[in-house]
């Protein structure tokens, strides 16, 4: 992480107590089902990975401040060229409106950041993510952290200790994204 945009220096987070999202359990609200239903959005997989990071570093009226600068922004962007990041993406009308990246390694992934221009663009992309990893046999999904708006959909915090074995075991295992 950086403190901020304009920031050139970058540092390791690692947390005594870690956010993560049980695969299986996901919550899914009855609204966010509906628009699901819906198909509001074209959802693409990594074609404009670079533009969602772009887009979640961007400043906006909900957040003054990113902790993406330029060095983490293209260190995602190799990354992503590696095929170890990913972004999930909602389009509107062939306009990039929401979307999320992350990086993944064996069956771990961990969600790094998202953005919403759009009603429900983020969240209809998170619900995607998990169906994929869901499909393809990951066993996590790191959000780093807990948020009031993360526990909505069954994020929960473990203890470091608990949260090395997940790690452990969800690393070794031979799964991929695409």
Known sequence: MADSAGDTSIFWVEPDFRGVLPLDKFHTSRSLKKAIRRNLFEIRINTAFDQVVEKCAEETIEREKTWINQQIRQLYGELHE????????????????????????GGAFFGESMFSRQT???????????????ERGFT????????????????????????VKLL?????????FC
Do not use: P
């Not at 909602?90 to 979307?99: E, I, M, N, P």
């Not at 429900?120 to 869901?134: G, M, P, Q, T, W």
């Open 140 to 163: 996590l999904l790191d959000t780093q952290f807990t948020t009031s708006h993360l526990e909505r959909f069954g994020v929960i915090e473990i203890e470091k200790q608990q949260y």
């Open 168 to 176: 452990e075991a969800a690393v070794s295992k031979e799964v991929s």
């Open 82 to 105: 590696m095929g170890h990041a990913h972004s999930v993406e909602a389009w509107a009308s062939d306009v990039l409106v929401g979307g999320l990246y992350g990086v993944s390694v």
């Open 120 to 134: 429900d663009a983020s969240k209809i992309c998170l619900a995607h993510l998990v169906e994929r990893l869901n």
